[in-house]
T-cell receptor, first 115, second 113 residues
Framework: ETGVTQTPRHLVMGMTNKKSLKCEQH?????MYWYKQSAKKPLELMFVYNFKEQTENNSVPSRFSPECPNSSHLFLHLHTLQPEDSALYLCASSQVGGGAYNEQFFGPGTRLTVL | AQSVTQLGSHVSVSEGALVLLRCNYSSSVPPYLFWYVQYPNQGLQLLLKYTTGATLVKGINGFEAEFKKSETSFHLTKPSAHMSDAAEYFC???????????FGAGTTVTVRA
């Protein structure tokens, strides 16, 4: 595997289900991000992890719970979601510091549909 | 925090015509600038970036962009559009001391045969 991978690519869940999205980066980066992309809306930054520590939570509802066990893996745990949470969820990674230029590399996304 | 404005949410061009996508940012110091492309149901792919040095930057798929500090702009161009250029394009910016990116709202490009 190369780059940033995300699983599953598609997910349909009911409002009472619990599911998790997985992201893995194979680039040796030290920062990882979750974004939400809804139709006709700008890209929304949800969470940022830098060296496994959460450094940003942009007022995301508690029904979204991130987890970063190491610098290569990032999870987004989902529970009791609402239909308006249906969107494309994108994971990205970047190298922070050491002369890096903040370029982010994105995974293919998980298309989430909440029924 | 930086803000990014992409003029025009939708651009339609004929195959073979010039593609011009506009991006302006707010910053008092030169930032790092990026253009990303997103094809349907895919993630964002980096087209090109400006960090330092030459202000005309060449990217993949024949695209280029010019950093103009006096105009706080980073417009994206391609001399001759191809059908495969139909996608959504995002301009993004970051300060050199803030690793987060600020994205524009995106411009959807359609290419007419």
């Amino acid at each position: 595997e190369t780059g940033v991978t995300q699983t599953p690519r598609h997910l349909v869940m009911g409002m009472t289900n619990k599911k998790s999205l997985k992201c893995e980066q194979h680039l040796g980066h030290n920062a990882m991000y979750w974004y939400k992309q809804s139709a006709k809306k700008p890209l929304e930054l949800m969470f940022v992890y830098n060296f496994k520590e959460q450094t940003e939570n942009n007022s995301v509802p508690s029904r979204f719970s991130p987890e970063c066990p190491n610098s290569s893996h990032l999870f987004l745990h989902l529970h009791t979601l609402q239909p308006e949470d249906s969107a494309l969820y994108l994971c990205a990674s970047s190298q922070v510091g050491g002369g890096a230029y903040n370029e982010q590399f994105f995974g293919p996304g998980t298309r989430l549909t909440v029924l | 925090a930086q803000s990014v404005t992409q003029l025009g949410s939708h651009v339609s061009v004929s195959e073979g015509a010039l593609v011009l996508l506009r991006c302006n940012y707010s910053s008092s110091v030169p930032p790092y600038l990026f253009w990303y492309v997103q094809y349907p149901n895919q993630g964002l792919q980096l087209l090109l970036k400006y960090t330092t040095g030459a202000t005309l930057v060449k990217g993949i798929n024949g695209f280029e962009a010019e950093f103009k500090k006096s105009e706080t702009s980073f417009h994206l161009t391609k001399p001759s559009a191809h059908m495969s250029d139909a996608a959504e394009y995002f301009c993004a910016v970051s300060d050199f001391n803030d690793y987060k990116l600020s994205f524009g709202a995106g411009t959807t490009v359609t290419v007419r045969a």
